[in-house]
């Protein structure tokens, strides 16, 4: 009589090490799951709704300022502090952990138009229309530098002890003496930012009222190159993960993002704003930026897609559960009822009116240039052809 028995080798069941994974079985055999992707898609869809119920990122409204908040500047190392400048020449540092306010000072006679933290200290910068920029620290009195203009924009280099700021032109200062120790002027219109490369640090670059962006060197103390687009640039920042790489805030409702070694068209256009974008940032990892508009709504992009991934408009977790979520949502992202709800956005009626009245405009456009190209006798005719986003936007290129 012949008894068979079942034996399994001991390498596959038995765990080596006292850390090791337990040994699980499972057979994928599809017979033996029935009704597995149904109930993968009912997961998916449950996913995606608890996505947009819990998407309230609002945190918390920081009080104190008497009049509006026209800049803010954050620590390169530090998240729980950060300053803001105001319109009636008042500074705050706040702290993020308490969310209450650490220091504050009235530090200028005129609107406070920017303010930077000074690398690896507690000190931090302010600039002012009063003409002035002040050097402060929470524990000790002020510094003060005197300019021949009206100051808009400043920041800090990374490792030395200079800074730099707009107004008629760009001057760089150091911590050390009174005056400017270079210059840079490319053009008579007024520069209304300027960052200095955090990675590339003697590289500055601008943005301008001439609807210009420069860069400069301060090692050859000249302009290296311009580039003018259509509209005026409101702000401007770097991509702290590919010095190469930065994006600017347009007047048009795009950003743009460019490639400083080839300026002649925009590496990407993100759309999505109804009115002008007035500033923009990168995260720390360089793969989003966050931007907020006149339309008074707050977008998240991925730096590498053309449109925005979140909007947020002031009113507004279990790591296992969260990733087996969006690999279930990214699984069925392409079938119409998920992809409706993961889309679907609630905005406020005027903006969700005046993208509809965009949208219309832009396909009225491009409809007229398709036509006139259709009937005219030239089909080479380049005047006709509809441009591409990310060249319309270059108006001309300087060297």
Known sequence: MKVKTISHLPRNNIQERKGDLPIIKRNPDPSLHPFQREREYVRALNAVKLDRMF???????LDGHRDGVYCIGKHPTSIRHFVSGSAD?????????????????????GFVRGVCS????????????????????????SELYASKGALFSVDHHRTMKSFV??????????????????SFSWGVDTVHCVKFNQSESNIIASCASDRSITLYDIRTNTPLTRVI????????????MEPYNFAVANEDHNCYTFDMRRLDKATNVLKDHVSAVMDLDYSPTGQEIVSGSYDKTIRIFNARNGHSRDVYHTKRMQRNAINYANALKDKYKELPEIK????????PTVIRKASKTKRIMLNSRARKTENALLHSKNKNNEALKRKEDRKSAVLSLEK
């Open 55 to 61: 998407a309230k990122p609002f945190i918390a409204a």
């Open 229 to 240: 687009l259509q509209l005026k640039s409101n702000s401007f920042c770097w991509n702290p």
């Open 118 to 141: 000074v690398p690896r200290s507690s000190s931090f910068l302010s600039c002012s229309s009063d003409k002035t920029v002040k050097l402060w620290s929470t524990e000790s009195s």
């Open 165 to 182: 700021t707009s107004g008629p032109v760009v001057e760089v200062w150091d911590h050390d003496r009174a005056e400017p120790v270079q």
């Open 340 to 347: 409706k709800i993961a889309n679907h956005r609630l905005v």
């Open 89 to 109: 020449g008042e500074i705050r540092v706040w702290n993020l952990s308490t969310l209450e306010c650490s220091w504050k000072a009235q530090a200028h006679q």
